[in-house]
């Protein structure tokens, strides 16, 4: 367990956020400490809670009840539908979390689920995300989308961008970018200090030689033996279709994926109620749950906190190694 609390922003107010921080809340707390940063009026009727002045009382408050760090915010919740109103409250409990992990008074940030389109039609929202917006606050310019699991760890080397133009977007300058960034993560936060690290080829078989395309033989395979030269421990381009049964994942720490789907789909397929989303690259640690917001079953108490549970502890022990680094 760190010294430090663990910073839970509320995300958006309609959707599942303020239940599974309850649910999360009654599950870890006397494992871990954090504080959950919203308008308390947004929590579930019978949740217990407790409102603090600053970060450091949620240790004390921590198992009796859940430490609010309160925001205010316009109006009231209605479960499954988004106010415009209530997107400056959203973005602005991102920033307090970012702020007080950038200060040391919060351990990691660990961020429940926003809508995009309620931001910007209501506090003209200009990133694309959450990722983006957090890389801004701490004046980064490039960070990584890790999803892991205990089962798994991958990395897509290009993210919301289509299919048709990933062979374009898949640069050796991003390739390169992305596995260094990967690879000092698992070092400083996941106390790894030399990651075996795989990267899976773009094309059917890796390429075959070119029969199936040349990317593998002409971007990941030189940008692989650059790395490997540098002393990085890391094979590829593999194909992905054998990367990933359980004797294949016993060889790496991580698989960085060509593209989005390529890594998604086998975490989500082996472990999609426990995976967790993690920022590499920010100054600070921040780790969210693996699901949207749920407008379709908010406020009906059925929505599962498996994720924010996994994405708590992920923060809890990525700081606890941070800090002994």
């Known amino acids: 367990m760190t010294k430090a609390p663990i910073a839970l922003t509320v995300g958006e107010p309609a959707g599942i956020g303020p239940e599974i921080a309850a649910m999360a809340w009654k599950e870890l707390r006397h494992e871990l400490v954090l504080f959950w940063i919203g308008d308390p009026r947004h929590l579930p009727d019978g949740a217990i809670w407790w409102e603090i002045d600053k970060p450091c009382a949620a240790a004390e408050t921590m198992p009796d009840a859940l430490p609010v760090l309160p925001l205010g915010f316009d109006g009231k919740r ?57 890389a801004s606050l701490a004046g980064v310019d490039r960070v990584v989308m890790m999803l892991a699991s205990d089962q798994l760890r991958v990395v897509p080397a290009t993210i919301h961008v289509p299919l048709s133009a990933v062979p374009d977007a898949l640069t050796p300058q991003l390739l390169e970018e992305t596995i260094r960034i990967t690879r000092d993560g698992l070092r400083r936060d996941f106390g790894l200090e030399n990651p075996k690290i795989a990267v899976a080829g773009l094309n059917p078989h890796a390429g075959e030689g070119g029969a199936m395309g040349h990317e593998d033989a002409t971007i990941i395979a030189p940008t692989v033996a650059k790395l490997a030269a540098d002393g990085l421990n890391i094979t590829g381009p593999l194909p992905a279709d054998t990367m990933f049964h359980a004797k294949a994942r016993q060889k790496y720490d991580v698989a960085i994926c060509a593209y989005h789907d390529q890594a998604l789909i086998p975490i989500k397929t082996l472990d999609f109620d426990r995976g967790v989303n993690v920022t590499l690259g920010l100054p600070f640690i921040r780790t969210s749950p693996d699901h949207g917001t749920a407008f379709d079953i908010a406020g009906k108490g059925i929505a599962n906190p498996s994720s924010l549970i996994e994405a708590l502890r992920l923060a809890d022990r990525m700081a606890v190694a941070r800090g002994a680094s």
Do not use: W
């Not at 409250?89 to 990691?108: K, T, Y």
């Open 78 to 134: 209605t479960p499954g539908t988004p106010s415009k109103a209530q997107a400056q409250g959203v973005v602005d409990s991102i920033s307090r979390a970012a702020n007080l992990a950038m200060s040391g008074e919060a351990a990691a940030i660990c961020t429940c689920p926003i809508n995009k389109k309620a931001l910007i039609d209501g506090a003209g929202f200009s990133y694309p995300g959450h990722t983006e917006y957090l």
